[in-house]
C-alpha cells in the first residue's frame, strides 16, 4: 500500500507567517493530490485538488505545488482562522489514502 | 450548493450491523460527474477511505480492502441519498464516519460527520 508522509507533524506559527507544509508519497502520483484542513469538530474542507487548483471560494493565500512524489502547500500570510490540521490525500493508487496530517497551532 | 446530511445511530454493540444514510441537496446521486463515499477516522487510524457508490452507464461499487468483506454502500434514487452498511462491527470500528462527494478522486464536499462508538 503507498504511503503518505507528512511532515512537520505540529507548527508553530505567528499570524502573518509564511507556511510551508510538506507532502511526500512512497511512489508517483503524478498530480493526483488534494489537501484539506480540519478544525475541531468539523469536517475536512478541501482546499486543493491536482495538486495546485485551489478549491471552490478558496482564498488566494492558499496554493499547493509539486508533483510525483513530493508535495507543497504554502499559505503565504497565516491567517487566524487558519490554525487547523491539514491533511494531504492522493487518488492515484487504490485505496485513496490520506497522510496523518500537520498540526498548525498559535505560536 | 451541494449538502450532505448525515444520520443514524452512534451506539452499537460488537456483531451488529452498522447503517447510515447520507442524504443530498444540490446534486444527484445518479450525476455522472461524481461519486459518493464513506470516509472514518479515528485517533489510531486517522482519515481511511471506506467505500463509494456511483452512477455511470449502471451502478459500481468500490470497497476498500479491509473492510471489503463487511461493507455496502447503496444508492437510493428515489430519496437522492445512499447508506452505509457495516456488518459485524468490532470495537476497532469505533470513528467519526463522513460521507462525501468526490470528483475525480478529490472530496469536494463532506456530511457533518456521526460519532460511533462500539461498546458492549
Known amino acids: 500500500e503507498l504511503v503518505m508522509t507528512q511532515s512537520p507533524a505540529t507548527l508553530s506559527v505567528s499570524p502573518g507567517e509564511r507556511v510551508t507544509l510538506s507532502c511526500r508519497a512512497s511512489?508517483?502520483?503524478?498530480?493526483?493530490l488534494a489537501w484539506y484542513h480540519q478544525k475541531p469538530g468539523q469536517p475536512p474542507s478541501l482546499l486543493i485538488y491536482?495538486?495546485?487548483t485551489r478549491a471552490t471560494g478558496i482564498p488566494a493565500r492558499f496554493s499547493g505545488s509539486g508533483s510525483g512524489t513530493e508535495f507543497t502547500l504554502t499559505i503565504s500570510s497565516l491567517q487566524s482562522e487558519d490554525f487547523a490540521i491539514y491533511y494531504c490525500?492522493?487518488?492515484?493508487?487504490?485505496?485513496?489514502?490520506f497522510g496523518q496530517g500537520t498540526k498548525v497551532e498559535i505560536k | 450548493q451541494v449538502q450532505l446530511q448525515q444520520s443514524g445511530p452512534g451506539l452499537l454493540k460488537p456483531s451488529q450491523t452498522l447503517s447510515l444514510t447520507c442524504a443530498i441537496s444540490?446534486?444527484?446521486?445518479?450525476?455522472?460527474?461524481?461519486?459518493w463515499n464513506w470516509v472514518r477516522q479515528s485517533p489510531s487510524r486517522g482519515l481511511e477511505w471506506l467505500g463509494r457508490?456511483?452512477?455511470?452507464?449502471?451502478?459500481?461499487?468500490d470497497y476498500e480492502e479491509s473492510v471489503k468483506s463487511r461493507i455496502t454502500v447503496i444508492p437510493d434514487t428515489s430519496k437522492n441519498q445512499f447508506f452505509l452498511q457495516l456488518k459485524y462491527v468490532t470495537y476497532e470500528d469505533t470513528a467519526v464516519y463522513y460521507c462525501?462527494?468526490?470528483?475525480?478522486?478529490?472530496?469536494?464536499?463532506w456530511g457533518q460527520g456521526t460519532r460511533v462508538t462500539v461498546s458492549s
Open positions: 490525500q492522493q487518488y492515484n493508487y487504490w485505496p485513496w489514502t
Open positions: 462525501a462527494r468526490s470528483v475525480s478522486g478529490s472530496f469536494h464536499h
Open positions: 444540490g446534486d444527484s446521486v445518479s450525476t455522472h460527474l461524481a461519486a
Open positions: 511512489q508517483s502520483l503524478s498530480s493526483n
Open positions: 491536482d495538486a495546485s
Open positions: 457508490t456511483y452512477y455511470r452507464s449502471k451502478w459500481s461499487h
